[in-house]
């Protein structure tokens, strides 16, 4: 029989064997939660020179590093150093859930009954991306996976009836796959044994130059409307044309022209871009200078963008980076002429996001 150190040693050898072509799944411990789990870190890499690190807390998207135009890696996401950093602040990559982006009045009505959720801002009555231990707060359970498309991590969690005022026990998947052509597949799923709301997305920030800011970077958004906000970002009114705005990125466009033009400092605001089975174009970030390309699919019929408006410098400047919130739209909830984001028991809560990454010439 072979000893514990043995049996260690054919696991790690068995999660480093390559998928498809050079294609690897490598794991350690990343740290220790404040209660003493341990926090497990996935890197996956593929044969085109692309890694991207997943870990455990927060089903976080830790970083990717990708190649430039002249084959030299780089870091492409807004990252944490450690798992210290990811428990102290942000949401740089995490998972957002129950419910991603805001929702006005402090809860809601399934059915007659009113649900009044946790963390809720007391002057402002907006609940924001699931409250306080949301799904970016909380501890997943990481998972290989074989899947025919390549090197896979499945995150699994379990949030309780009455967790942060939501009804109903949710029993949340998310997968991320890494394809030979270069796409990073991130596909959710989530069920309840009651009518509850379910909005799922993913936090991370890019910047494709791997410094500085995305002042420089093109930006093209595959969306004719955005959905109009007070100063809360509530959506207000009417969905508002980008035509002739400083929203309209209906062709690739600087985005340092366009920021400095919006009133509230640059963009957070939920673009419309119809909801589909099939994953779909929803925008296209490209940085001249690396050459580095980031097409964004997705089934939901919303996409929040945000630019990083309140970075401060420490660790990263204002404008470092760019978010794409594929998701429901901002208080839907409560407003019954959005999509809706109610989830039944019987009924299985589905969502992809694809990042697929190329370079110009």
Not at 72 to 91: I, K, Q
Not at 107 to 113: A, L, M, N
Not at 263 to 269: I, K, R, T, V, Y
Request: net charge negative; hydrophobic share 35%.
């Amino acid at each position: 029989m072979k000893n514990v150190s043995q049996i260690a040693l054919l696991a790690t050898v068995f999660l480093s064997m390559p998928l498809i072509g050079t294609a690897e799944i490598e794991t350690k411990i990343w740290g220790t939660m404040p209660d003493g789990q341990e926090v497990e870190l996935f890197t996956l890499t593929n044969d085109q020179g692309t890694t991207v690190r997943l870990a455990e807390y927060g089903a976080l998207l830790v970083s990717i590093d990708t190649p430039d135009r002249d084959g030299r890696p780089g870091r492409v996401t807004l990252s944490y150093n450690s798992l210290d950093e990811a428990l102290a602040v942000g949401v740089f990559g995490s998972v957002i859930g129950r419910f991603a982006n805001r929702i006005d009045g402090g809860g809601f009505e399934i059915d007659g009954t009113r649900y009044q959720l946790e963390s809720v801002n007391p002057k402002t009555g907006v609940h924001i991306h699931g409250g306080k231990t949301g799904f970016h707060r909380q501890l997943w359970k990481g998972r290989r996976i074989e899947d025919s498309r390549g090197p896979a991590i499945a995150f699994t969690l379990e949030s309780p009836d009455g967790q942060e005022g939501y009804p109903g026990t949710v029993r949340a998947t998310v997968i991320y796959c890494l394809t030979p052509g270069n796409t990073l597949l991130i596909d959710y799923e989530a069920t309840t044994d009651q009518p509850t709301h379910v909005n799922l997305t993913n936090h991370a920030y890019f910047n494709l130059a791997g410094n500085g800011t995305i002042e420089d970077h093109e930006l093209q958004i595959l969306s004719s409307s955005i959905l109009e906000i007070d100063e809360r970002n509530i959506p207000s009114g009417p969905l508002l044309p980008v035509t002739g705005t400083p929203f309209d990125f209906s062709f690739p466009t600087r985005i340092g022209d366009q920021l400095p033009k919006i009133a509230s400092g640059g963009l957070d605001h939920c673009f419309t871009v119809g909801e589909d089975g099939i994953p779909k174009p929803v925008a296209i970030l490209s940085d001249p200078k690396s050459g580095r390309i980031m097409t964004v699919k997705s089934t939901k019929p919303g996409v929040q963008i945000f630019t990083a408006n309140h970075f401060k410098g420490t660790p990263f400047p204002k404008w470092g980076g760019i978010c794409f919130e594929t998701q429901y739209y901002p208080n839907a909830p409560n407003e019954p002429t959005f999509p809706s984001s109610l989830l039944k028991p019987g009924q299985t809560y589905r969502h992809s996001t694809h990042f697929q990454f190329s370079l110009s010439e």
